[in-house]
């Protein structure tokens, strides 16, 4: 299957630091990608929908301000956790979905996010 | 609103006993359904998925699962377990119901599966 990239794995900030997590698609063209949170033994929250030379689509409950999406091509998007707080600590995992008429969606393997 | 129900949080199994993990759906009309497996502090790997043709679906290592559209269930088999078999294992459905949709998944609470010696 193709292959997603995540970039850091893993990162530890200061409180009121603001993070940037990278998500790529490796060898295929992604139009869509989205944004999973999960807790600890918990299921994966869908946050967001970023949608390449447009704007992300949010969940309810998910603060645009707080989590910016930017989709700037059709292989990477970035979210950015700004003046993060130790709530905002989790596993965040993106994922792609491959341009038709394929549509099938590879995950990528998650960033944990400490924030002290 | 399309969901997934997954019954069991935990499913404890002697290797090399058959598994079964369960999911059940609520779809309109008809379902995309998945399942996809993550190990500790990694990302989610797909193992198989049903979306038209014959209800009983083979998939990666050794799994598989039944597409019941009677009973509204899709439960993920395996004839022999391994204990390597051991991680969270997620069920999902695509959801169709908005406009302009763009493939969003909505997935069922996990169940870990245990697999001892």
């Known amino acids: 299957g193709a292959v997603v990239s995540q970039h850091p794995s893993w990162v530890i900030c200061k409180s009121g630091t603001s993070v940037k997590i990278e998500c790529r698609s490796l060898?295929?063209?992604?139009?869509?990608m989205f944004w999973y949170r999960q807790f600890p033994k918990q299921s994966l929250m869908l946050m967001a929908t970023s949608n390449e030379g447009s704007k992300a689509t949010y969940e309810q409950g998910v603060e645009k301000d707080k989590f910016l999406i930017n989709h700037a091509s059709l292989t990477l998007s970035t979210l950015t956790v700004t003046s993060a707080h130790p709530e905002d600590s989790s596993f965040y995992i993106c994922?792609?979905?491959?341009?038709?008429?394929?549509?099938?969606?590879?995950f990528g393997p998650g960033t944990r996010l400490t924030v002290l | 609103a399309q969901s997934v129900a997954q019954p069991e949080d935990q499913v404890n199994v002697a290797e090399g006993n058959p598994l079964t993990v369960k999911c059940t759906y609520s779809v309109s009309g008809n379902p995309y359904l998945f399942w996809y497996v993550q190990y500790p502090n990694r990302g989610l790997q797909f193992l198989l998925k049903y979306i038209t043709g014959d209800n009983l679906v083979k998939g990666s290592y050794g799994f598989e699962a039944e597409f019941n559209k009677s009973q509204t269930s899709f439960h993920l088999k395996k004839p022999s377990a391994l204990v390597s078999d051991s991680a969270l294992y997620f069920c999902?459905?695509?959801?169709?119901?908005?406009?302009?949709?763009?493939?969003?998944?909505?997935f069922g609470q996990g169940t870990t599966l245990q697999v001892k010696p």
């Open positions: 994922s792609a979905r491959e341009n038709p008429p394929y549509n099938e969606q590879f």
């Open positions: 999902a459905v695509r959801d169709f119901t908005r406009s302009g949709n763009t493939g969003k998944l909505i």
């Open positions: 060898d295929f063209q992604a139009t869509t």
